[in-house]
């Protein structure tokens, strides 16, 4: 994986509430490389859709960027090093779909209006040309009667064909990486799988990268290349699929993976995380994870940092493998 | 590193209060205002019904022909400007009060009936509402002030009448909107017997909205008496109101800038102060925009300290 | 449509048929009508006259068949202060109030939209500070002062515009700047509220992250959204200027349209011309309402038409 097409370095987000300093996410470094696919796991508040929504350049008040910095293809995009706003790579290079697509689209305009925008801010089409390329993205991502849908609002749309059109904006622009995240949360479990069939499709179509960003392990299973595991605003395990559900480092992942159904495997029951995340108002030092840990030791009050399990696979534990008594189920 | 949450919760809110400077000093003058009504007795210099031939249209002290007997200058008949503002402040803040009261009194319980019975009772209530809205204002104020004769009775009836319709709306969208929440339908499900259930359950959640409508819409009262007495159709003579006061000033523009400029300040005075204080108070009340605002001033401070 | 526009209708018509019963009630039985609506230097035979006009010797119902009936009709009577029919004088006055509400409000529409939109573009910035001070100033402003005002400071002072009446472009600047002051000030604070609402949807988000500059996704995708809104405020402020501000700035600057002449009417004890005025504009009232709910379904597609 020499050179990667983003590199995220020591990212800090932290969110000034009124009942203090929240560090959402505390010092994220992750590369990704060109046509690769990479899983963003952990569950609500760990962190991951904030290190999202700072790549992307959409950290609001009262959020901000505290230290660290983003690259793309070595060009500094987000925190340290930039100079200037970044054009024609948000949008046009890297692009977004979000968690929620009944109101991810204007609901005012239609849907060839909003993918139109896109056709001609980024390919320079218009008028019967950029109606011709819209309908052929519709149809890339599967919907039917395209010419026709063209003119319909979002409210004419079911929630899957809603991430549909989602989709096909966020390729519209031909990019090189789509940050979706939690793309099939708010779907039915049917549409879930036809979604990621597609952004599997594509990806391989297109030689896309994607960054899928997730609570559920099995999403992750099935179309990713890496997984980066993260807790309490901070990566603590990243490694290839087949290595971490093979060999999980940090128990935190052994009980993720533990807590995930699955079909092939007859298991007898599932194993539930107790506790709850840490507070990241007055972030705990050394690992997070200590409090609710089965293999809890004494060295884990102090900080943690990421150690290799092996080619690309690294883990911050020191308790290791078989916290949960288990390994790999 | 974070600052350790204030115990006293009033005094969190004050110190929250005094990061908004106008705010504050809104409240300042709210209060100061509110004090000179009170106090009108024994804070005004003069009577501001006496009058002194000798001494009339003086101009404002800082004139040269203006004196510290009257800070705000005289009118037409010599009366003190500066007495009848503070009087004045009694008639506006009066009526403004009872108003209000009498409005979000019935507003209220026509609310809390309509989100309560629903139904037919709620559609037909609200329908009244809307026919009410709809009303011509203050030109309807005018036929009725044409009929029954001017006066702050009449104008307090006539401004209540045509007012608590907000309130209704108000009340009735909460009402309505709290009762479809669990815990509510929770209450009824048990057998908690309705009156229980709106003083438990929903009158808490109605404060804080009533509240901000009320300060609202008093400002509106404000300056609906205020045009109307300027028209001749609301306080009479000998009581004092700003709008008469800058009525009977307005023969006198040429002459005397003083007898309509004081007058309207005070209105403006009123109005703003108040208008600042809620628009902190709305921020204050949402959640989501109080954590904004917090943010915001962070960051203003780490910019100040990053540039000193 | 048409379904919605009838049950519209109907609606209206119960807001007239409302204003119709209040005003009889309030001219009736507040005292004895015959005194009440005409001067006291009125003949017995004209007095009579008028009794057996609106029916006195009959049972009240007939008497407010016969009023709705004369109202059906428009026909207010004979204004006793004009001594013409008081529709003749309402239309010859309207043309006036409409040409300074339109004026007014134009003003008020024209630049809310830009200021709002700068507002919102940094909440807390600069901008957005002054906008919303001048604001929160524009409306604690009564407008019969800010009217006397202006007309002490570029009437009397500078001598640049004249101090009243009609006639030249010049009469209508001071009385249209004071009325549009209010709604202004009111349109603005809107914009700028509904603006940041809006920049905080989810769909802008996207929007963001498609790349499109702020400049576009205000013009493209915020104004439009907040257009339904807007549209609706800037009906109930048409509403409230045509029934209260039009009335105290035509005072002030003594500009002959409908609500000066009311308070003239009220002032000379002439009830049937203000009978007619106030019937007059809560026709106008209704109207406008019909108008704006239409319109607003126009706009957004998500509303249902039935």
Same mark, same amino acid.
């Given at each position: ?31 990704? =490389? ?296 | ?76 008949? =010599? ?171 307005? !023969? ?57 | ?90 239309f010859e006055r309207l043309p006036n109030t409409a040409l300074l509400i339109a004026a007014g409000l134009g003003t008020a529409v024209v630049l809310s939209i ?178 704006? !709910? ?13």
């Amino acid at each position: 994986m020499n050179d990667p097409l983003l590199e995220i370095d020591d990212l800090r987000v932290d969110f000034d509430t009124r009942a203090g300093l929240v560090q959402a996410v505390r010092g994220v470094s992750l590369t990704l =490389g060109r046509g690769e696919t990479l899983g963003l796991v952990g569950e609500s508040g760990s962190g991951k859709s904030v290190t999202a929504q700072a790549v992307m350049g959409l950290i609001d008040v009262p959020g901000r960027i505290a230290g660290g910095a983003v690259r793309w293809n070595g060009m500094p995009l987000v925190g340290e090093g930039v100079r200037r706003r970044p054009r024609r790579i948000w949008g046009r290079e890297i692009t977004m779909i979000f968690q929620n697509p009944m109101t991810s689209l204007n609901p005012l305009m239609t849907v060839g209006a909003q993918l139109g925008e896109v056709i001609h801010l980024y390919l320079g089409l218009r008028g019967a040309a950029a109606r011709t390329r819209a309908a052929e993205l519709l149809d890339a991502v599967g919907i039917s009667g395209a010419s026709r849908r063209l003119d319909q609002y979002p409210h004419e749309f079911s929630g899957g064909m809603r991430q549909r059109v989602m989709i096909a904006m966020a390729i519209a622009s031909e990019p090189r990486l789509l940050i979706a995240d939690e793309p099939t949360t708010a779907l039915d479990v049917t549409i879930q799988a036809q979604i990621l069939e597609l952004l599997a499709g594509l990806q391989e179509k297109l030689g896309l990268s994607i960054i899928l960003i997730t609570h559920d392990l099995g999403i992750v299973a099935g179309l990713c290349h890496r997984v980066a595991v993260m807790y309490a605003g901070q990566i603590v395990e990243t490694g290839t699929v087949d290595d971490i559900f093979a060999r999980p480092g940090h128990p935190y992942t052994q009980g993720l993976i533990r807590s995930t159904p699955r079909l092939d495997a007859v298991e007898d029951r599932l194993v539930s995380i107790d506790g709850t995340p840490p507070g990241l108002r007055t972030p705990p030092e050394g690992c997070a994870f200590r409090p609710r840990c089965p293999a809890a030791q004494a060295a884990c009050h102090a900080p943690q940092r990421l150690a290799s399990h092996g080619a690309g696979h690294v883990a911050c534990c020191r308790a290791g493998v078989d916290a949960w008594d288990v390994g790999a189920a | 590193m974070t600052q350790a949450r204030p115990h006293r919760p009033l005094r969190a809110l004050l110190a929250e209060l005094w990061q908004d400077k106008p705010a504050a000093l809104g409240l300042a003058v709210i209060l100061a205002i509110v004090a000179m009504a009170i106090l009108a007795p024994l804070v005004a210099p003069y009577d501001p019904a006496d009058q002194s031939i000798l001494s009339r249209l003086t101009p404002p002290v800082w004139n040269d022909r203006g004196s510290w007997e009257h800070i705000l200058g005289t009118d037409n008949l =010599g009366r003190d400007v500066f007495s009848r503002l503070i009087w004045g402040a009694r008639t506006t803040l009066t009526i403004g009060g009872l108003t209000c009261l009498i409005a979000a009194g019935i507003g209220t319980v026509v609310g809390l009936w309509a989100g309560f019975m629903g139904g037919r009772t709620d559609s037909v209530l609200m329908r009244l509402v809307d026919i009410q809205v709809s009303f011509p204002g203050i030109l309807l104020i005018l036929l009725v002030v044409g009929v029954l004769g001017p006066g702050m009775w009449t104008l307090i009836i006539v401004l209540s009448v045509t007012n608590w319709m907000v309130y209704a709306r108000l009340v009735r969208s909460v009402v309505s909107s709290t009762r479809q929440t669990p815990y509510v339908e929770a209450a009824e499900v048990i057998g908690c017997r309705p009156s229980r259930v709106i003083f438990v359950h929903i009158l808490p959640n109605l404060v804080s909205p009533l509240l901000t409508l009320l300060i609202l819409e008093f400002t509106n009262i404000v300056l609906a008496e205020a045009a109307v007495s300027f028209l001749g159709f609301g306080v009479q003579p000998p009581d004092t109101s700003w709008g008469l006061d800058v009525a009977s000033g307005r !023969d006198y523009l040429f002459i005397a800038w003083w007898l309509v400029t004081f007058p309207g300040l005070a209105i403006v005075a009123t109005v703003l102060s108040i208008n600042l204080f809620a628009n902190w108070l709305r921020v204050t009340t949402d959640p989501e925009e109080r954590e904004k605002r917090h943010a915001r001033t962070v960051a203003a401070r780490r910019r100040r300290r990053g540039t000193a | 449509m048409t379904d919605f526009i009838l049950r519209r209708l109907f609606q209206g018509f119960l807001v007239v048929f409302g204003v119709t019963t209040v005003v009889f009630v309030i001219t009736r039985l507040a005292g004895d009508p015959v005194s009440l609506m005409l001067p006291l230097s009125a003949s017995d035979e004209q007095r009579a006259a008028f009794a057996a006009q609106i029916g006195l010797d009959q049972p009240i119902w007939v008497q407010f068949l016969r009023f709705a009936g004369d109202v059906a009709l428009l026909d207010f009577g004979d204004s006793l202060w004009q001594r013409r029919p008081a529709m003749e004088v309402v239309f010859e006055r309207l043309p006036n109030t409409a040409l300074l509400i339109a004026a007014g409000l134009g003003t008020a529409v024209v630049l809310s939209i830009p200021l709002g939109a700068i507002a919102a573009l940094r909440p807390g910035g600069l901008a957005d500070r002054l906008t919303t001070s001048i604001s929160l100033l524009g409306l604690a402003m009564p407008q019969f002062w800010l009217g006397l005002m202006a007309i002490m400071i570029f009437s009397v002072t500078l001598k640049w515009l004249p101090t009243s009446g009609i006639g030249t472009p010049a009469h209508l600047v001071l009385p249209a700047l004071t009325l549009a002051m209010t709604p202004l000030a009111r349109f603005t604070m809107m914009v700028r509220a509904a603006m940041i609402d809006e920049m905080n949807t989810q769909y802008v988000k996207t929007a963001r992250a498609k790349g499109l500059g702020l400049g576009r996704i205000l013009r493209v995708h915020t104004l439009r959204n907040i257009m339904v809104p807007f549209l609706s405020i800037s009906g109930w402020e048409l509403i409230t200027t045509l029934s209260g501000y039009t009335v105290v700035v035509e005072t002030v600057f003594g500009w002959p349209g409908l609500g000066l002449t009311a308070v003239q009417a009220i002032q000379r004890g002439d009830l049937f011309l203000v009978q007619a005025i106030v019937f007059s504009i809560a026709l106008m009232i209704v109207c406008i309402g019909i108008l704006m !709910d239409v319109l607003s379904k126009m706009i957004d597609p998500r509303i249902e038409l039935n």
